[in-house]
């Protein structure tokens, strides 16, 4: 009887700690920075057509899976900004393609000068405000030098920021990208191999270097990239290091 | 034209010295020191002023009892007493019987509310600032019986100013004068409860659902800021909120903080750049 009687109150001692002991989950929202997200993710939607990155985050959370209580997101956008019909997005993992969410709300300040978006995250992932692009071109062509293929392209440009990243399973020779609006100061990387197998990549990494800009892009029309031997250096292959 | 302005006033003065007249004004407390009046206190769930008060005229003459505001009605088990909330007049003819409702508030959050076979026996007149806090709140000419019952928690179970929740602008001006009373510093946030299980607005939940409050900083170049709550051991435990793009300058930052999946304890609120960088920082209990 006694036996019985301790088994219970350890029992409930047990029961006790354990719920004052429950660990408090924890979420983190984090802004990326543009490098950051430029690297990782192409800003492509799930039809394959170029987005403007305006603002990217990522919702990390330690315990379940969704939160009950939503983080709150606000994004100012004054006048004088081109922040019309920003959309938001969610990076899907198996698509590597972003996402629309349920379009942010969007009120104008009192004063009519100022208005922002709001939106609420549940649960983790990568997200993003977005804005259409509107010069819808046929992209730049990538022509490796002869005897050569593409193996990786990174494009990352800001203002209207968009990022390129891609690995092909098959090296091409040829290849197509679907960024519409070029810039001077844009990064690019193209990593080529040839029939030996040795892997080059671009000296210059500044578009500006490769692609005469002056004329610009017209709708409708594709720009070529062709890349001379010139233009290559060799890269040192990480498995002989 | 001068006369006739004359007569008048000569006429009200005399009107108010009538009506007036034979009539004694005495405090509850006088009335009952002096024997002049016997009371009893009961519960009526039915109205919003769930006190309902009898009251005897014991003397021959009649008398006019004010029931001050802050007055304590004690019940006889434990259970909550009675605070008055809103001064009144009762006007007894001698020998007279009265029943009237009280605007009265629970003042024992940890206890539970008056039943209808609660009794109640001692009265006493409630801490000075608690008297003020109500007058105060009557000379405000404010209306609102859950503002009241925080107030008169404030002061019964040291309820957190946190927890008294104003709007409009006479209530705003009432938790300033609390404020200023006690020399506290104005609340920054304000603490949000859970209505009691019971449907009984004069039962406490003791349950926090929700913290509202501003910050104000000032930036100095445009950045992304972010809300995070910090444990008392400096660990970051949620991501509250994100103000994206937020100009430079002094900007206000709103706080909307549901509690439900926070645990009790004390928090910091820190306000960062998106490198991480603390921009400010203020204190919350939970």
Redesign the interface.
């Known amino acids: 009887m006694k036996t019985r009687a301790l088994i219970i109150m350890v029992c409930f001692l047990i029961c006790k700690v354990a719920i004052s002991q429950t660990p408090q989950e924890t979420s983190d929202l984090r802004i990326l920075s543009f490098d950051e997200w430029s690297a990782k993710y192409s800003t492509l939607d799930d039809k394959n057509k170029i987005i403007n990155a305006v603002s990217i985050c990522e919702l990390t959370i330690d315990g379940k899976r969704c939160l009950d209580n939503p983080v709150e997101v606000k994004l100012n956008a004054d006048s004088k900004m081109e922040f019309k019909n920003l959309l938001w997005y969610r990076w899907d993992i198996q698509k590597k393609r972003w996402v629309k969410e349920s379009s942010p709300k969007f009120r104008i300040d009192r004063n009519k000068k100022n208005g922002a978006y709001y939106t609420t995250i549940n649960c983790p992932g990568v997200y993003g405000f977005f804005s259409p692009d509107e010069k819808l071109n046929s992209g730049l062509n990538i022509i490796a030098p002869s005897g050569c293929k593409i193996l990786t392209v990174s494009v990352a440009q800001k203002n209207p920021s968009t990022a390129y990243n891609a690995l092909y399973e098959k090296p091409q020779s040829k290849i197509n990208i679907p960024v519409s609006d070029l810039q001077f100061a844009g990064f690019i990387d193209v990593e080529i191999i040839d029939k030996e197998g040795k892997h080059y990549g671009l000296k210059k990494n500044l578009i500006g270097a490769h692609i005469d800009l002056r004329n610009g892009f017209d709708r409708g029309e594709s720009m070529n990239l062709k890349i001379s031997r010139n233009d290559l250096i060799e890269k040192q292959n990480l498995s002989n290091k | 034209m001068r006369n006739k302005i004359k007569l008048m006033v000569v006429m009200t003065g005399w009107m108010i010295t009538t009506a007036s007249f034979g009539s004694t004004m005495v405090t509850f407390e006088d009335a009952i020191k002096r024997g002049l009046i016997s009371y009893q206190v009961s519960t009526d769930y039915a109205a919003n002023r769930s006190m309902e008060l009898e009251i005897n005229n014991n003397s021959n003459n009649p008398v006019n009892v004010q029931l001050e505001a802050g007055r304590i009605f004690y019940a006889t088990q434990d259970i909550q007493p009675y605070v008055v909330t809103r001064p009144s007049i009762i006007a007894l003819a001698p020998h007279a019987q009265d029943e009237v409702m009280i605007y009265a508030r629970c003042g024992n959050s940890s206890a539970k509310s008056p039943m209808h076979d609660t009794r109640f026996g001692r009265t006493s007149m409630g801490p000075q600032l608690l008297v003020q806090a109500l007058t105060d709140l009557n000379n405000l000419r404010i209306n609102n019986n859950s503002l009241a019952q925080q107030v008169v928690w404030h002061y019964t179970n040291g309820h957190s100013l946190n927890s008294i929740i104003v709007y409009s602008d006479n209530e705003k001006e009432l938790l300033k004068r609390i404020c200023d009373n006690e020399n506290a510093e104005f609340p920054w946030y304000q603490k949000h409860y859970a209505p009691s299980q019971t449907g009984n607005d004069l039962d406490f939940s003791n349950v926090p659902t929700l913290i509202q409050g501003d910050m104000q900083v000032v930036l100095t170049k445009p950045t992304?800021v972010?809300v995070?709550l910090y444990?008392s051991e400096g660990?970051?435990?949620?991501?509250?909120?994100?103000?994206?793009?937020?100009?430079a300058g002094q900007c206000t930052i709103p706080l909307?903080i549901?509690l439900?999946?926070?645990?009790t304890g004390d928090y910091k609120i820190v306000i960062e750049n998106?490198a991480g960088v603390k921009i400010d920082e203020r204190s919350i209990a939970v």
Do not use: G, M
């Open positions: 992304n972010q995070k444990n660990k970051s435990v949620k991501t509250i909120s994100a103000f994206l793009n937020q100009p909307n549901n439900s999946d926070i645990a998106d």
